[in-house]
């Protein structure tokens, strides 16, 4: 797993001592909903203003409607509330 030595939410480099203890600040890790995990950075600073993840750009779903691939964002809210009802079946 790549993991770069700055933080994530301002940027500002993390000092990683030789023994490898991090100096300014922590070590985060997230499970995401696909069972990964994402690992990140956060100086001092900013762990302790926010101890939660920013600066992350959420993603956009799309789905086939009639014929054409359309953001699931744009729909109305009874199709957004269709796609939520939906089921996933695995075929073994």
């Keep these: 797993m790549d993991i770069q030595n700055v ?3 301002c940027g500002g480099k993390i000092i990683i ?3 490898s203890n991090i ?6 890790k997230y499970a995401l909903p696909d069972g ?6 956060k100086c001092n600073e900013c762990f302790k ?3 939660s993840l920013k600066n992350y750009q959420e ?3 799309y789905s086939r409607v009639v014929g054409y691939l359309r953001p699931v964002s744009q729909w109305n809210e009874g ?3 269709e796609f939520k009802d939906r089921k996933e079946f695995k075929i073994s």
């Design 36 to 41: 990964k995990e994402k690992m990140v950075f």
């Design 49 to 51: 203003e926010n101890k």
């Design 7 to 9: 933080c994530h939410d």
């Design 59 to 61: 993603t956009e779903v």
């Design 79 to 81: 199709k957004q509330q």
């Design 17 to 19: 001592s030789e023994n």
């Design 23 to 28: 100096v300014n600040g922590q070590l985060l």
